[in-house]
């Protein structure tokens, strides 16, 4: 089972593709969808939009987990924020694939243990348990930290519902 961990935002796009053997999740890939922060919001999306198609057709996940927002600075960046998330999560229905989404609380817990963790935290973690080598960016971090906490909770029968 291949999962596809997003994190959504209008100028940085996050993924990581994850998959469990044994019940342990293993590391595949993971990227980031960069926008410039110049270009009109159409743009920005459509990028987000074709860069999760990509990543869907190259990896062929069977699962697509996203952070749910639930915070922002602004009305301004809330908005933004959610149509960065409506784009990202579009590929997944287009494709028919399951769908879940999970708060930064349930992530945080699910990777560190406390709901209130730092990204370093998180990205720490990530790190151990996914052995990677690389230095991860924290939106690379936070998409495999979403991947993982869908594997466990899908692991532990604690799904109640996807989104799509």
Do not use: W
Request: glycine share 10%; hydrophobic share 40%; net charge positive.
């Amino acid at each position: 089972m291949k999962v596809l961990g997003i994190d959504p935002g209008s100028l940085v796009t996050g993924y990581g593709i994850i998959f469990s053997e044994n019940q342990i999740p293993h590391y595949l890939s993971h990227g980031l969808i960069k926008m410039r922060r110049n270009d009109p919001l159409f743009e920005r999306l459509g990028k987000v939009f074709e860069g999760i198609v990509k990543v869907i057709d190259m990896y062929q996940p069977d699962i697509l987990a996203i952070e749910k927002v639930f915070f922002a600075k602004n009305p301004h960046s809330a908005l933004m924020l959610g149509h960065a998330r409506g784009v990202a999560l579009l590929p997944g229905v287009l494709k028919n694939m399951k769908i879940y989404e999970y708060t930064p609380l349930e992530i945080k817990q699910s990777v560190v243990g406390y709901g209130q963790a730092t990204k370093q935290q998180v990205k720490e973690m990530v790190t151990r348990l996914l052995s990677i080598q690389d230095n991860l960016t924290y939106d690379a971090s936070d998409a495999l930290a979403v991947g993982i906490c869908c594997l466990q909770h899908l692991q532990g029968g604690l799904h109640k519902r996807g989104v799509a």
